[in-house]
């Protein structure tokens, strides 16, 4: 089976950087992924780390330690939108599991 | 380009009344196909999966069901709603890793 853990909530202040962690234990693993997920909307795909090191995309950064069983979301330049649950997920043969979501809080 | 789409966007029914969801996904062939439930303040629960039409793999058992009768359509059914079958209901799909969602079905049971 797998086990996900990610802090259950954060606050951060716009323009700053945050760093969302997320460790996991799992019989079989077939990448991390992180998707953002506005509240009452359906999660949207950040990004996958199937080889450990470091994902940058825009002002989304995503880490992987295999050994560890350890990733990071890491966001730069925080804005007002980036407020939203934020959802680690470690991939199987067909099913990735979910944590229950990281609720990210951004204010002036 | 792929796009997912799911209805009805809201739903209000009784308790012991039926359900029926749909999902389709075009642009795609032969893409994986899941249904989750995210009750609120909860975590994304995986209900079923399927890799071909008529192939279906539950993860919980319950008063739902699905089916595929296509390559692109999956539907979610139950014959008696209960209280607790309310959540939000997300269609995702897949064909390499990662999933991509429909804006979900908000159902309340009452």
């Known amino acids: 089976g797998q086990n996900i853990d990610q802090p259950t909530e954060m606050t951060a202040t716009e323009g700053a950087i945050v760093q969302i962690n997320c460790t996991y234990q799992t019989s079989g693993f077939n990448g991390l992924f992180w998707y953002q997920q506005h509240a009452g909307e359906a999660p949207t795909f950040l990004s996958y780390n199937v080889l450990d090191g470091l994902e940058e995309k825009g002002r989304f950064s995503s880490f992987l330690s295999r050994s560890k069983g350890y990733s990071y979301l890491l966001l730069k330049e925080l804005q007002m939108k980036d407020s939203a649950s934020y959802l680690c997920?470690?991939?199987?043969?067909?099913?990735?599991?979910f944590g229950r979501g990281t609720s990210l809080i951004v204010h002036p | 380009s792929q796009t997912i789409h799911q209805w009805p966007a809201t739903l209000v029914q009784p308790v012991g009344s039926p359900l029926s969801l749909e999902c389709t996904v075009e642009?795609?062939?032969?893409?994986?196909l899941y249904w989750y439930r995210q009750a609120a303040g909860r975590g994304l629960q995986l209900l079923f999966y399927?890799?071909?039409?008529?192939?279906i793999s539950s993860e919980v058992p319950q008063n739902l069901s699905a089916s595929r009768p296509q390559d692109r359509q999956f539907i979610l059914s139950s014959k008696k709603l209960l209280l607790s079958d309310s959540g939000f209901y997300l269609c995702?799909?897949?064909?390499?890793?990662?999933?991509?969602f429909g804006p979900g079905t908000r159902l309340t049971v009452t």
């Open positions: 399927s890799v071909g039409i008529g192939q």
């Open positions: 997920a470690v991939g199987g043969s067909y099913i990735p599991t």
């Open positions: 642009g795609t062939s032969n893409p994986n």
């Open positions: 995702a799909w897949s064909v390499s890793h990662e999933q991509y």
